[in-house]
């Protein structure tokens, strides 16, 4: 099957192109600047392009994401501390992010007579961003479905989309994903911070998957405090 996927340069996404490069045909991996301001990301997925011989396309989306507003990854607004399943972390929402990213992939993918675009969507997201749940996934195939009738026929392939990102950091390891070479941080400074969200959540899971975190984290410790704080 050949696939383009979708890569921010995070573990997960990072994470799911080496097990397609591993278990089908990689044919490219597509990232988007649309003003995150962890933009630093996009180096990582660059370095992973490079590192598995395909090419690597970043589509400058930063006017949309300017015309979104509102979210903590694009606005001047504080990126919360805690866990992913605290309520405040709707601050990180970027509304339609992943369908306006995915109706592009889809259009290269078509264009480029692809079989199908991945993403690396996971049961951890459902808490927070509507866009990443299984009931999107299947009504966005099925518009898809329609919108390139007798065109093209392709598939969203979302192998973690009910899994935990501990079975991703699993999966990862499994098929050599270099984690030091990821970058998950909403915050963008020097090292990861340990303390947004994504930071919490990534420690967490090497925890839980028995894998060794090779992160640098500013906070290393404060994910327990996340998990004492929500009574995990």
């Not at 480029?112 to 990443?132: N, W």
């Amino acid at each position: 099957m050949d696939t383009i996927v979708i890569c921010s340069g995070g573990l997960d996404s990072v994470s799911l192109a080496h097990k397609v490069a591993a278990e089908h045909t990689l044919k490219g991996l597509l990232s988007f600047d649309y003003g995150q301001r962890h933009s630093k990301e996009l180096g990582f997925a660059a370095a992973c392009a490079t590192r598995l011989g395909v090419a690597h396309s970043i589509v400058d989306i930063r006017a949309i994401g300017a015309a979104l507003g509102g979210s903590a990854l694009t606005d001047d607004i504080a990126v919360p501390d805690g866990h992913y399943a605290e309520e405040t972390m709707k601050a990180t929402i970027v509304p339609n992010r992943n369908a306006i990213m995915l109706s592009i992939g889809f259009g290269m993918a078509a264009a480029q007579k692809v079989d199908a675009v991945a993403t690396a969507v996971h049961g951890g997201d459902h808490f927070i961003y509507p866009d990443c749940r299984p009931g999107f996934i299947d009504a966005f195939q099925a518009m898809q479905d329609r919108a390139l009738e007798g065109y093209a026929d392709i598939r969203l392939y979302t192998p973690y989309v009910t899994g935990s990102k501990a079975d991703i950091v699993t999966d990862g390891a499994a098929h050599g994903t270099p984690f030091g070479e990821t970058w998950s941080c909403y915050k963008g400074g020097a090292n990861h911070c340990g303390r947004c969200g994504t930071c919490v959540e990534r420690r967490e899971a090497f925890h839980l998957a028995g894998v060794i975190d090779p992160t640098l984290y500013d906070d290393p410790d404060f994910w327990l405090t996340a998990l004492a704080e929500r009574g995990a």
